[in-house]
DNA sequence: ATGAAAGCGCTAACAA
DNA sequence: TTGTTAGCGCTTTCAT
């Protein structure tokens, strides 16, 4: 009544385990009345092949890890998680191939993570959120473990990379703001440790000549709220401002509105990763679409060929799109701290 | 060059295999020297046990599974999944227990996905998205797959079950509609199949008392915007519409507007799952907060304790809250058919 | 408190 | 084309 195993589909099949397994696997030819033989008896049995047997003798789990340096709280209010899981699904589905998740939210605890995929649950794995300087590259390196990194990692690595250029977009929006007068734009970035982060204040800061009215936030509301504030409140505040996320943006416009201004006339508005709720806002939020379902996939098949023995390479991914909305419809307010620049010019 | 193995580590302390096992797991009595000999050859050798190893002999594989039969693209923009998984990963990362991912668009796949978990992969599933008829509660009690069902499975089933009550927000949402003098409220629900849009549709209809403004729906912004396109083509048009989830709420009132309706004066609208953004729409969203992350949580502890060996239980989480927002304040518009309705009573 | 040895259910190298 | 057999690296029973 236990579950069959390879042995009793042989003996049903009158062959050996051996030729049940080539018989699935292919590796080796099997005349094709025997192979009829083996289905037939494996499906009278209702045979599955034990993964965990296989996993062993085969040493490949036929699993793909991710271990996120999140919190599982903040997990939830992210734009881009899912989708780009659901992208890397989409590709592992057509292989049968599962992907295991792990949050690990002490680097002791990431370390354990990334071992136990090492040990077993995974052949390799994707890294997400990757740092401008990134123990992790060195750290599975070390342990000789599969990877693709998601963003482009300076230093030398052995990894794949899925690339994407966050720069124009950034740059294409402050050009668009300049146009309709806009000289007072800030930019509420990210945590500058991460390679996107920093990637988009870079552009923002070559784009506007200036870190004056930069400011590090940490892709939270609080964040977006607080350092709005901040910024609203310097003597020559912003007339434009681009956040580094749409949970930012939307803190950040909230908080705007609570204090009087309207968007845009008062204060254009503009995030990064396109909500899906983004658009239904009003005013629908400008913000730039970074297609993760996309690079999901992209990734996936990435880590698939590495996995198939391919030498690693980085790909580049352009995905980014600029989606001009509302909040940054319109001309610049006239600028009533204008004259005041002019003064001291 | 190779990864040690328990050899290793146990030529290493001078003990056997057998010692350095039972060091670990602490199944039988070892010298606290011994053991501190055996932890610390571990250390020097840098050894991780092997899980593919593990799961074999000891038949259990640390990980849980969930398989998704949504479309991978769906997953995307679903309020509810994100914060879903966060809870359970909140649970599975204290134990160091894996999160195993599949999403299966067929049923065959499906069940090719829960044999997989069944052979290895998994020690146990969390089944989402319940049917009032599901066959994989038979399929998963004939493989013998432990599982933890979200949701109120009415027939009789082996499996513990993780419950909530979507009756009473409907009811209330209802009855606060009704003070404000709407009379035509209407419903767009998810599939009906699915236990979750039916107990919320069930309410629904007990509390207005008629399946007349009922429409099906099936949770994409597309068939929200169109349902709510042939609700007010009616010629006694609902003043207020409840959607079974904030995307076809929003879809539904985005086409409203576009109508050149107001909302909440000409068309009162609710949601429910409460989506991050909702408070931030303007008007911000009346919705059903449903606390994922927390029913996460329950979930995952649950099926943690049917994997521990206790009895199968159904747990009910009292976490539904109204939220009350500006798409549903204020009394009800002067209907323009009331006095027709008079003309034909 | 520890050792010896038999599996767990496959894959793959080696034979035939 | 198929059979034989030795692992894969653990856990666990049976001895001691």
Redesign the pocket.
């Given at each position: 009544m236990?579950?069959p195993?390879?042995?009793d589909v042989a003996r049903a099949a009158?062959?050996?385990?051996?030729?049940?397994?080539?018989a699935?696997?292919g590796?080796?030819?099997?005349?094709a009345?025997?192979?009829a033989r083996v289905f037939a008896a494996a499906q009278r049995l209702d045979?599955v092949?034990?993964s965990?047997?296989?996993a062993?003798?085969?040493?490949r789990t036929d699993a793909v890890g991710v271990v996120l340096s999140r919190d599982p709280t903040i997990l939830a209010s992210d734009a881009f998680f899912p989708a780009f899981i659901s992208g890397v699904e989409a590709v592992l589905a057509e292989h049968e191939i599962a992907l295991v998740l792990q949050v690990a939210s002490s680097r002791t605890a990431e370390e354990r993570a990334y071992r136990a995929m090492a040990s077993g649950r995974a052949d390799g794995v994707i890294v997400l959120d990757l740092h401008r300087v990134d123990w992790r590259v060195a750290y599975l390196r070390q342990i000789r473990l599969p990877a693709v990194l998601l963003g482009a990692y300076d230093a030398e690595s052995p990894f794949s990379s899925v690339r994407t250029d966050d720069a124009t977009p950034v740059r294409d929006l402050v050009a668009r703001l300049r146009e309709q007068g806009h000289t007072r734009i800030a930019h509420v970035s990210g945590p500058l440790d991460y390679v996107h982060s920093h990637a988009r204040a870079g552009a923002y800061v070559r784009s506007v000549g200036s870190k004056e009215l930069l400011r590090e936030g940490d892709f939270t509301a609080g964040s977006g709220r607080a350092l709005t504030a901040e910024l609203l409140d310097l003597p020559d505040r912003p007339t434009a401002i681009l956040y580094s996320n749409d949970t930012m943006a939307i803190a950040g416009f909230s908080y705007a509105r609570s204090r009087g201004l309207v968007v845009p006339d008062d204060l254009a508005v503009a995030g990064f990763d396109d909500d899906h709720l983004s658009a239904h806002l009003s005013p629908a939020l400008t913000s730039v679409f970074t297609d993760p379902f996309r690079r999901g996939r992209v990734a996936a098949e990435r880590l698939l060929a590495d996995l198939a023995g391919e030498p690693p390479e980085s790909v580049t991914v352009d995905c980014n799109e600029l989606r001009l909305r509302a909040s940054t419809a319109g001309a610049a307010p006239e600028a009533p701290h204008t004259e005041l620049e002019e003064e001291f010019s």
């Open positions: 236990d579950r195993t390879i042995d009158g062959v050996t385990k051996a030729t049940v397994s080539h699935y696997s590796k080796r030819p099997i005349s009345t025997t192979k045979w092949p034990s965990r047997a296989r062993l003798a085969a040493r």
